[in-house]
């Protein structure tokens, strides 16, 4: 689920993080969710709401073809590596 309401940036298949998405949040901030099912519900352009479903964990990330599916999540401010716990809800 989207962690705050945005705009899709971007919607790739990434050679080594596998279907991912990427949300602009405004000022700066951006999440990035990877290793999605290969089909995510949401494109490049669509605006989503904070909770609203983005995608399904998948197994797209072929350096962990071994692994339990899981999602990877990031946020960047400006562009550099933020602690999403500086910036989500409690």
Do not use: C, W
């Amino acid at each position: 689920i989207a962690a705050a309401g945005g705009t899709v940036v971007s919607v790739i298949n990434d050679d080594l993080a596998g279907t991912t998405v990427e949300i602009d949040h405004a000022n700066g901030m951006h999440s990035v969710y990877s290793n999605l099912a290969s089909e995510p519900p949401v494109g490049e352009g669509d605006v989503v709401s904070m909770g609203q479903v983005i995608g399904s964990v998948g197994a797209t990330s072929l350096g962990e073809t071994n692994e339990v599916a899981h999602l990877h999540f990031a946020m960047k401010r400006d562009g550099v590596s933020a602690d999403p716990l500086d910036y989500l809800p409690a």
